[in-house]
Nanobody, 120 residues
Framework: QVQLVESGGGLVQPGGSLRLSCAAS????????SAWHRQAPGEQRDLVAT???????NYADSVKGRFTISRDNAKNTVYLQMNSLKPEDTAVYYC??????????????WGQGTQVTVSS
């Protein structure tokens, strides 16, 4: 069974930084696309950043220049470095991967979510 374990969320002051991690279980043999989404209370889940298998990245306009998505293929881990955080970045952050399992299946998987709160 594929599991994604997220970590790194928490409370930070405006202007601060956090680094989110999303580690995929050993049942993953390769990751294709990866992404981070976020959902604020009462809002829809929005795409924050994506990274392709080739390393190409894309960002929502609201986070360009402040957030950086990256991946470590050897560790099956995806990261989101968040700098210059603003109160409007407060949300639950979810990682997503499209991946192939060691059994040969291909699927889409979500993390459990990690809370990021930006407040003074």
């Amino acid at each position: 069974q594929v599991q994604l374990v997220e970590s790194g969320g928490g409370l930070v002051q405006p202007g601060g930084s956090l680094r989110l991690s999303c580690a995929a279980s050993a049942s993953i043999s390769s990751i294709y696309a990866s992404a981070w989404h976020r959902q604020a209370p009462g809002e829809q889940r929005d795409l924050v950043a994506t990274i392709s298998s080739g390393g190409n990245t894309n960002y929502a306009d609201s986070v360009k220049g402040r957030f950086t998505i990256s991946r470590d293929n050897a560790k099956n881990t995806v990261y989101l470095q968040m700098n210059s955080l603003k109160p409007e970045d407060t949300a639950v952050y979810y990682c997503y991967i499209a991946a192939r399992t060691v059994g040969g299946g291909v699927g889409n998987y979500w993390g459990q979510g990690t809370q990021v709160t930006v407040s003074s």
